[in-house]
Each structure stands twice: as C-alpha cells, then as structure tokens.
C-alpha cells in the first residue's frame, strides 16, 4: 500500500463528505428548526442536479448553469415549503413521512414526465476535465479538487452565517430552543421559509458538483438522502458542525472502507474470499460507526437539543 494511494483515497473522503455536508446542512436544520421528517429532501437534489445540467445545455456554459439551477432549485423550495409543507410542521412524524414521501413520489414522476427516464448527462468545464500534479507523480482530477474547494468554502460560509450574523443567531435559538427563540420575537414562520430555501440551494449545489461525476436521473436522491440522515444522526440533530464531522466520518470510512477492506481480506482470508465478501462489508461500514456513535453518544456528537 502506497502512500500515493492513502493521500487519494484521503482526498476522494475529503469530497465525498463535503458534499453529503450540503446535503445534511439543510436536512438537520429543518430537522432541528422544525421538528419535521422530511423525506423529500433527496429530491430537491436530484431537482436541482436536473435543473442545472439542462441550464448549463442551454448556455453553453457550467457556470451559468450552475448558477441558474441553484436558484431555481432555493425558489422551488420556497414555493414547496410556502405551499405545502408548512401545513406538515403541526402534524405528527407519521404524517410528516407519508406526507413527504408522497412529495418524493410525485417529484420522480414529474422528472420522468418533462425528461423522461434517460439519465441526462452534465460535463465539467472544459479546463477542469483534465488531472492535475499535486506531487510529483500524484495526479488527482481538477474537478474533483474543485468539488473540495467549494465544500470548504460553503462550510466556512455556512460557519460565518449561523455564527456571525442575527439569522444564524435566530437559527441556532431555534434549534436549541424553539420555545424560547419564539418567545423572544423571532418570526418562525419566516425564518422556517429561509431555512428551507437554503437547504434546497445547498442540495442544488450538492447535484451541480456531483452530476459529472454520477448520472443525473430519476431516483438518483433517495440513495443519498439515507447517507445524509445517516450523517445527521451521527452528528447530532439541529448541529452544523455536527452535520460537518459526521459527513467527514462518512466519507472517510465509506472512502478508505472500499478501498482497504478488499486488500485487508485478500492478505487475511485469500482473493477469491475478498471478491466476495468485502464490498459487502465496506457497504455496511457506515452503518457500523453509526451504531457505535450512538453507543456512546445517543444524542450524537454535538447535539443541539440538550
């Protein structure tokens, strides 16, 4: 085993876990602001992954298309939000389920209906398709290290916002103590209505970065949004840096766990045993940690609530 290979397989964690971050931002705060289950927050990835690759094969350009899906993506979910959900935040968690999965149903048939069941396809930028020498002779994809960089750049935005200006303040009032972030004037339904706009941008980011690499297609957010609760849970409900080192853990073990199991089992146990069983073990290794977080911290590693 390389040290070339550790440092990549480092790198392909560090991208994985940003993204399922912007995916699990959103997620938690709504989780954590609103007490609501919200199954549909895999589609509004695979919304604005959909909105964006057809942006950018309109003008020609991945920025504008990236541009142009993120916000269309943050205005359906105002109007998601605006229209139906907040008649959900009253109702039980069995409601909230059904209600949002019948969301998630309707949003994959509507997908289906405007771009039919084809996957669609969203290249990177010409100058980012190409690898790029970090060491000599270490070559890493550019897009991949742009995927990095803008995940780190989002999460210090992120940092700033819930803890530099009065929305983050009202925020983290709210996830800690939504009695008491009411009791002092906050405008919950308002601050509910930016929250879930956020959340729907942050996922439309999350498509963006993450459609050159998987196919965008129908169905493509339930997958992910199983990782994104995963992370949540590990983290601690309501927490953005919960949300942070919990995707980081994910990626991390989901990464290196692909990667190192099969070599593991190959010197332990041979190679026609490693073929087997060890992309079976890697798939359940996130699942692992979870259980052991939740051994020793139930509430997760950084709670809001308690």
């Not at 290290?145 to 009065?166: M, N, P, Q």
């Not at 919960?242 to 991390?252: I, P, R, S």
């Not at 045993?273 to 997760?300: C, E, H, N, T, W």
Request: charged share 10%.
């Amino acid at each position: 085993m390389s040290g070339i290979l550790l440092l990549e397989q480092a790198l392909n964690g560090l991208q994985l876990g940003l993204m399922l971050f912007l995916l699990a931002a959103g997620l938690t705060l709504v989780f954590g602001i609103m007490d609501m289950v919200n199954l549909a927050h895999g589609s509004l990835y695979m919304v604005g992954a959909y909105l964006i690759a057809t942006a950018t094969q309109a003008s020609g350009s991945y920025w504008w298309g990236l541009a142009a899906g993120v916000a269309g993506t943050a205005l359906f979910g105002v109007l998601l939000e605006v229209s139906v959900l907040r008649r959900l935040y009253r109702r039980d968690h069995v409601t909230q389920v059904l209600g949002t999965f019948a969301i998630l149903l309707m949003c994959n048939e509507t997908v289906r209906m405007i771009w039919s069941s084809q996957p669609l396809s969203l290249n990177p930028p010409a100058a980012l398709s190409g690898p790029v020498e970090l060491l000599p002779g270490f070559f890493y994809p550019a897009f991949r290290l742009l995927i990095i960089v803008v995940g780190l750049a989002t999460a210090l935005l992120l940092y700033l916002l819930v803890t530099r200006t009065r929305l983050g303040m009202q925020v983290r009032a709210g996830a800690s103590n939504r009695d008491m972030a009411l009791a002092m004037g906050t405008n919950v339904q308002r601050l509910f209505t930016a929250v879930f706009g956020l959340g729907a941008a942050l996922c439309a980011l999350a498509g963006g970065m993450l459609g050159p690499l998987l196919a965008v297609q129908v169905g493509m957010g339930e997958s992910i949004l199983i990782l994104a609760f995963v992370v949540i849970v590990i983290g601690g409900i309501g927490s953005i840096r919960g949300a942070l080192v919990g995707a980081l853990l994910v990626g991390m073990v989901d990464s290196g766990g692909r990667t190192l199991l099969p070599m593991v089992f190959e010197w332990l146990f041979g190679a026609a045993l490693a073929a087997d069983a060890a992309p079976a073990v890697a798939s359940i290794l996130i699942y692992v940690l979870m259980a052991a977080v939740l051994f020793f911290k139930p509430r997760g590693l950084f709670p809001a609530h308690g």
